[in-house]
């Protein structure tokens, strides 16, 4: 008899009893992993009170929710977080598990796949299952894209940045089994979370921007730099940045766009100083329009858009800015 | 005294990374003539081990996995101010997956004796995974705390850190001995000196393979590793690009023309 394959399980994450976009998202294509390998898709979910919103996991495509609910787990505690999920995984024996790329999930992935002895990918652009029903994680780098997979050891672990996949069409009329879960009475609990500060984003979301303007290495120094953000401003865009500009620390580690950074989905991309590397442009995904202004003519980013202006972004992007003030005051007056 | 242990990487330089190609037989990176330099965040940990030291009686150890090469970050550390390091070399840990590193550095760290502290970078440059640090605490069965970006309170067995979290941070406590992971945001790293290059001379790099780590040879490099790379592909997702020309003034009109035609501006 075939043994029936592990479940597929998303690890949901809850920020003030709010379910993250990119956990939804997550359980919508661990759904379509789990028809292909004919087993069933499970939610883990840790908060306080979190009833309710088992709701939204449900119509997003899980069939089944391990549901955390204690005043000790309304905010990640890695300890607790971790032994519950690593206690429930050897139980459940899951066959997939993913969690999202945040903050919270690139602390606590691995440390339940070290505890499991198994293997976790990072920055995946894509989850597919081979010939032998393995899963494949698609990584760019160096030029071309890895398939990484976790052939003998369960389960097979990734973590995958929100906007990777879409939004899940949500079918409000799914239900499916609540499991809860205990906590454990015996956390060494060596490290407490006594605080948590989260402030309302600056400038213009990346979720939300029809627009985003990437800069990148070209802007020369701090100055060039404005100068792009000045662009973005212009345009209500959201402003990103590339790995090179984030280690000069001319922009915010929060504002990378690429493989290591935010994914994201613009009507409108526009490049600024900024070469194409593939680490950056796979943080593109489905750009509508996509616009360059690199000074090389040469530079391989002119092979990935539709736009391309050969010019110094430094001597170029003012005068970019006064034409779109100049068009956008004659729309005004019309 | 306080013992602290940084781990380091000697990464391609970055600047050169791009000429790093996959061997498509081998299925292991062909490092072609690229320097190896030290990763960049982890001269923040570096950093931060010496401003303790600065402040408090600790002891800086320097430790590190990678082919023998490497030992020249090892002595850049060393010249920084570290008092003593270790480079774990052996072609059995070649091939390493972030597990089977933070497996190896784990036991690295058990050999060199009592510690209270263990700092690395965030994530390295060429890997960028972020699983190291918490592997490694996980193998030492002990706590973590990534990202820190401050070091709050680090007198006694408990210190208080932040660290970053999408527009924020957290606020941890956290029991010695302990790993942090550190991003840019900790401090500055200062430069090497002409006289701490001049002291380093005098200190010695222990260089240890599997048989001194006592390492099984299934849990080492790329047998010790659950994920491996199962295939590579190129990416032809290129767009038929149209090159605005003429003077600055005109190709700016041209493009904003552009741009108004997609109703976003």
Redesign the interface.
Same mark, same amino acid.
């Given at each position: 008899m075939k043994k029936q394959p592990g479940s597929v399980w998303v690890i949901a994450e809850q920020i003030d009893c709010r379910i993250l976009d990119v956990s939804l998202q997550l359980i919508a294509h661990a759904r379509k992993l789990a028809i292909e390998l004919e087993t069933s898709v499970e939610a883990v979910l840790l908060g306080d009170k979190m009833n309710e919103q088992t709701r939204q996991l449900f119509a997003a495509g899980a069939d089944r929710v391990y549901l955390g609910n204690a005043p000790d787990l309304a905010h990640?505690q890695?300890?607790i977080y971790t032994e519950i999920i690593v206690k429930l995984a050897k139980e459940r024996q899951p066959e997939i598990v993913l969690i999202g790329s945040?903050?919270?999930g690139?602390?606590l992935?691995?440390?339940v796949?070290?505890?499991l002895?198994?293997?976790?990918?990072?920055?995946c652009i894509d989850l597919v299952l081979?010939e032998n029903k393995i899963l494949?994680s698609i990584i760019?780098?160096?030029?071309?894209?890895?398939?990484?997979?976790?052939?003998?050891?369960r389960p097979q672990m990734a973590t995958i940045a929100a906007g990777v996949f879409p939004k899940p069409e949500m079918d409000e009329n799914r239900t499916g089994e609540i499991i809860a879960l205990e906590v454990p009475d015996d956390i060494p609990r060596?490290?407490?979370?006594?605080?948590?500060?989260?402030?309302?984003?600056q400038g213009v979301s990346f979720e939300s921007a029809?627009?985003v303007v990437a800069g990148g290495a070209g802007a020369g120094d701090l100055e060039g730099w404005r100068k792009i953000a000045d662009l973005a401003e212009t345009?209500n865009a959201a402003l990103g940045a590339t790995?090179?500009a984030v280690?000069e620390?001319w922009a915010e580690?929060?504002t990378m766009v690429g493989?290591?950074g935010k994914i994201v989905s613009p009507?409108?991309y526009i490049g600024v100083g900024l070469s194409g590397?593939?680490q950056h442009m796979v943080g593109i995904v489905g750009a509508?329009?996509?616009?360059?202004i690199n000074n090389d003519?040469k530079s391989p980013v002119?092979?990935?858009?539709?736009?391309?202006?050969?010019?110094d972004c430094r001597?170029?992007v003012p005068?970019?800015i006064?034409?779109?003030k100049?068009?956008?005051e004659k729309l005004v007056t019309c | 005294m306080l013992k602290i242990v940084v781990c380091v990487k000697a990464v391609p330089d970055?600047k050169e990374a791009?000429k790093?190609?996959?061997d498509p037989a081998t299925k292991i990176?062909t490092r072609s003539d690229v320097p190896f330099v030290l990763n960049?965040v982890d001269k923040n940990a570096m950093e931060a081990a010496l401003q303790l030291k600065e402040q408090l009686d600790a002891h800086i150890t320097i430790l590190s996995m990678g082919p023998p090469p490497a030992d020249n970050i090892v002595k850049e550390c060393l010249a920084l101010g570290a008092d003593q390091g270790f480079l774990l070399s052996d072609r059995a840990f070649g091939g390493a997956? &972030?597990?089977a590193t933070?497996y190896t550095l784990a036991k690295g760290i058990e050999k060199i004796g009592p510690y209270d502290v263990v700092l690395c970078g965030m994530?390295s440059?060429d890997?960028? #995974?972020?699983?190291v640090?918490?592997?490694m605490?996980?193998?030492l069965k $002990?706590?973590?705390?990534?990202?820190v970006n401050e070091i709050v309170e680090y007198d006694g067995e408990w210190w208080?850190v932040k &660290?970053?979290?999408?527009?924020?941070?957290?606020?941890?406590?956290?029991?010695l001995p302990?790993v942090f992971t550190v991003?840019?945001?900790l401090n500055t790293p200062r430069s090497l000196t002409f006289s701490g290059i001049i002291k380093a001379r005098k200190k010695e790099i222990t260089q240890w393979g599997i048989d001194e780590l006592a390492v099984p040879e299934e849990s080492a490099g790329q047998k010790g590793?659950?994920?491996? $790379?199962?295939?590579?592909? #190129?990416?032809d997702?290129?767009?038929?690009?149209?090159? $605005?020309t003429g003077t600055?003034?005109e190709? &700016?009109?041209q493009?904003?023309q552009?741009? &108004?035609d #997609?109703g976003? $501006?």
């Open positions: 990640y890695p300890e945040t903050s919270m690139r602390e992935a691995p440390l796949a070290a505890r002895g198994t293997g976790l990918t990072a920055h081979d494949e760019p780098a160096y030029g071309g894209l890895l398939s990484i997979i976790c052939p003998e050891k060596r490290i407490q979370t006594l605080e948590i500060i989260r402030e309302k984003p029809p627009i345009l790995r090179p280690d620390g580690l929060e493989q290591s009507e409108l590397e593939l509508k329009v996509m616009v360059a003519a002119f092979e990935q858009v539709d736009y391309g202006v050969v010019d001597e170029f005068v970019l006064n034409k779109i100049e068009y956008q | 970055p791009h790093i190609k996959i990176l960049l997956d &972030a597990y933070a994530a440059s890997g960028s #995974t972020e699983w640090g918490p592997e605490a996980t193998f $002990i706590p973590v705390v990534t990202r208080k &660290a970053g979290l999408e527009n924020g941070y957290r606020l941890v406590r956290v029991k302990a991003t840019r945001d590793s659950p994920t491996i $790379i199962s295939n590579l592909a #190129t990416i997702s290129k767009r038929t690009v149209e090159i $605005i600055r003034e190709k &700016a009109e493009l904003v552009k741009l &108004a #997609t976003l $501006i």
